[in-house]
């Protein structure tokens, strides 16, 4: 449930939507980890000024998870 919202999310405040790519693995303490990758144009977007965005889009994530929930962005321009 958690990465099908954290892409309706992420699909509406990018420019490319068809880029956004989110993988899941599980963490050796049972949490979730969502791996987020979008097009190099649309990162600064995902991250927001200062981290806010991202900030806000791991709040309510975590919000509607039963369990504990990370989010990492990854850059793939490097």
Same mark, same amino acid.
């Given at each position: *449930? @958690?990465? @099908? &919202?954290?892409?309706?999310? =992420?699909t509406?405040?990018?420019d490319?939507?068809? #880029?956004?790519?989110? !993988?899941?693995?599980r *963490? $050796?303490?049972g /949490?979730e980890?969502? !791996?987020?990758?979008?097009n190099?144009e649309d =990162? /600064? $977007?995902?991250? /927001? !000024?200062?981290g806010?965005?991202a900030t &806000?889009l791991?709040? +309510?994530?975590? &919000? ?7 989010? #990492?962005? +990854? #850059? +793939?321009?490097?």
């Amino acid at each position: *449930m @958690e990465k @099908e &919202a954290l892409r309706h999310l =992420i699909t509406n405040i990018v420019d490319h939507p068809k #880029d956004v790519r989110i !993988r899941s693995s599980r *963490m $050796r303490d049972g /949490g979730e980890l969502l !791996r987020v990758q979008v097009n190099p144009e649309d =990162i /600064g $977007r995902v991250i /927001g !000024r200062s981290g806010r965005t991202a900030t &806000a889009l791991r709040t +309510v994530i975590q &919000a509607v998870s039963d369990h504990h929930t990370r989010i #990492d962005i +990854v #850059d +793939v321009r490097r």
